[in-house]
């Protein structure tokens, strides 16, 4: 008995010397799990809250929004946890989603279904859009958009419109109504480049619960850098193309007698052409001193308040003396030339006169300096450093 108990013992001692641990088992791991908002199913989803799709316990591998057939721009965040929509969702309509989530470990989530957004009781949008789509314009050629409902949050319409130009462009939008919203760039386009305007409107909402219908998008191209230089005190008007001159052209100008008949000095843009255009004299009559109604030939206008460069007899003044009613008289065959040679959104830049152009007199945007015009825009505002914040 004594030998059985010394054995037990030194078994005992063997297994404390070899030291045996406890085996512990793994927890399971915990897969990640995937939050979208609206939800999924969802039949009325608020469309102007975009959508977002979130990852807890793991990060986002894939995801996949379609409508319509048509990939959803959206981006993820730098820890690739959150997806958000680049914009707002279109009303009535119907979201395909697809999000993969997967953790450190063990096995990824997948949610797959359907969004449908409420439509739209009321809705609002462009009606025109200025240059036209396709259109080939010049230099210093604006961009403007009139919608058909003034639109009472300025700020969320013009985060919503992107302008896109193959040549990098500081530019900013200014508020001339709250039907009007016009987009400068700070320097003249750079010729030869095509410029993609999209107005993100669908989904977007104004107060009173109006929505932006659809999304609105239109290309056009800068072409060659085509520049008039006119001196109303000599005469002279040098059209430059690319930047060696193209024509050298006598002129004249107003006869400056009165305000009206004294042509504007500044940065003007060509707005529009026809041969040949109806000038009747403002505020007369016919009988009256100074009434004049006449068909004018190969006539380009510069502003609103009836400035054209246009085709003029009158050689004999041309070159010498300013006696027109505020236009800018050429040669028929040299007014022809110009005529068949502008683009709209050429600048002309006239000076020698007392007459400035205003800004909001035709195109005459380039007449406020840049930092007059930033503020007319309703994003508008200030960083640490009081410069300006651009748009995004």
């Known amino acids: 008995m004594r030998r059985a108990g010394a054995r037990a013992m030194m078994c005992v001692a063997f297994l404390l010397i070899c030291g045996c641990s406890p085996v512990t088992a793994e927890a399971p791991a915990t897969a990640p799990v995937v939050h979208i908002s609206p939800a999924l199913d969802s039949k009325r989803a ?46 009535a309509a119907e979201y395909t989603v697809t999000a993969t989530a997967a953790g450190p470990r ?10 449908h957004t409420r439509p739209a009781e009321r809705t609002f949008g462009i009606v025109a859009t200025t240059p036209l789509p396709g259109e080939i314009v010049g230099t210093g050629m604006p961009i403007i958009i009139d919608f ?24 900013a939008w200014r508020w001339t109504s ?13 010729p030869r480049q095509r ?10 909402r104004l107060p009173g619960g109006v929505y932006g219908a659809t999304d609105s998008t239109f290309a056009f191209t800068v072409a060659r850098e085509q520049a008039s230089v006119i001196d109303t005190r000599t005469h ?7 930047g060696a001159p193209a024509q050298h052209m006598a002129i004249s100008a107003g006869v400056a007698t009165t305000p009206e008949y004294t042509t504007t000095s500044g ?26 109604d ?5 006539a380009v206008r510069i502003s609103n308040s009836g400035e054209y460069v246009h085709a003029k007899d009158n050689v004999w003044a041309q070159g010498r003396e300013n006696v027109s009613h505020g236009c800018i008289n050429a040669r028929p065959d040299q007014a022809a030339w110009f005529y068949a040679t502008s683009l709209r959104g050429d600048p002309v830049t006239i000076t020698g006169t007392d007459r400035e152009l205003e800004w909001n007199n035709g195109w005459g945007f380039w007449q406020l300096p840049w930092e007059k015009w930033i503020q007319g825009s309703a994003l508008h505002a200030t960083d640490d450093a009081g410069g300006w914040v651009p748009q995004h």
């Open 195 to 204: 410029v993609t305007v999209t107005a993100h409107l669908a989904g977007l």
């Open 236 to 242: 002279q008007m040098v059209v430059e193309r690319d």
């Open 294 to 298: 006449l068909m004018i030939d190969h």
């Open 148 to 171: 058909d409902t003034p639109v009472t949050d300025k700020a969320a319409v013009e985060r919503a419109l992107e302008v896109k130009s193959e040549q990098p462009v500081e530019g």
């Open 46 to 91: 608020r469309p102007d809250r975009g959508l977002l799709i979130s990852a807890s316990g793991g990060t986002l591998s894939n995801v996949q929004v379609y409508e319509g057939g048509e990939p959803v721009p959206g981006r993820l965040d730098g820890s690739r946890t959150t997806w958000r929509s680049d914009w707002t969702l279109k009303p």
């Open 178 to 190: 709250d039907t009007q919203v016009i987009y400068r760039t700070r320097r003249f386009w750079d």
């Open 267 to 292: 940065v003007h843009l060509t707005m529009d052409k026809d041969s040949p255009v109806r000038m009747v004299s403002p505020g007369r009559r016919k009988g009256e001193p100074g009434f004049y």
């Open 106 to 115: 063990g096995p990824a989530t997948v949610a797959v279904g359907r969004i």
